[in-house]
């Protein structure tokens, strides 16, 4: 388990084929200074297993399915990740409860500057957005950040009238996006502030909201009967 507060920014290094999946190399002397093999460490919000490590350096294996759903299946040597060994005992929860299980990708589409901060606008998966809330946690690249506009929920209505909805499902679901506000030292110390438009970012809801979803759809079963 990890809180989202990234504790550095590492480097890949190395990409190597491993099965279907590959074995990757990353550079991280905060993250390996006191890791053993088989610890756990977030890699841009990915939780990764330690294979092997040297003074400032692990490997981790990254199966297919992790690379089919992240960000991490276009990795490169020289690609900045952000980093974050698992939470112990005594340390503050200064983010939020994050799995590093990621539950999909966003693009980035419009990076807005300020006098000292950046408004980023991230695509929503359709079957992300219920669990994503305003002034709620969502952890974007590993990234535990406060979620501070989103867009409005699809019409549920036939899109007849007042032109406020069109019929079709899939026009509303595409339009579903969130923004987050990155303070300078979000900015400083982490990949996203290297982010631009068309960027892919990993994104990872609130474990909290998805149990709530689990255990609405168990308490409104879906009848299979027939009927009016």
Request: charged share 15%; net charge negative; proline share 5%.
């Amino acid at each position: 388990m990890f809180t989202g507060i990234i504790e550095e920014r590492g480097e890949v290094v190395a990409v190597d084929p491993s099965g279907d999946g590959v074995r990757l190399t990353i550079r991280g002397p905060k993250a390996v200074s006191d890791a053993a093999q088989g610890d756990s460490i977030a890699v841009s919000g990915v939780c990764l297993t330690v294979t092997g490590q040297g003074a400032d350096w692990f490997t981790a294996d990254v199966m297919r399915q992790t690379l089919d759903v992240t960000s991490l299946v276009g990795v490169a040597p020289g690609v900045a990740v952000n980093l974050e060994r698992a939470l112990s005992a005594h340390t503050r929860l200064g983010g939020h409860i994050v799995q590093g299980h990621v539950d999909g990708t966003g693009t980035v589409q419009q990076v807005r500057p300020g006098a000292q901060w950046q408004v980023i606008r991230i695509s929503l998966p359709a079957e992300l957005a219920p669990l994503v809330v305003d002034k709620g946690s969502i952890t974007v690249d590993g990234v535990s950040l406060t979620v501070s506009a989103v867009s409005p929920a699809p019409s549920t209505g036939s899109g007849t009238g007042d032109g406020s909805g069109t019929g079709d499902g899939s026009a509303a679901e595409a339009e579903q996006w969130f923004e987050v506000s990155l303070i300078p030292e979000t900015l400083a110390v982490t990949t996203l502030g290297e982010r631009a438009p068309g960027d892919l970012v990993n994104l990872e809801t609130d474990i909290l909201a998805r149990h709530v979803q689990r255990l609405l759809a168990f308490s409104h079963p879906t009848s299979n009967e027939g009927g009016s």
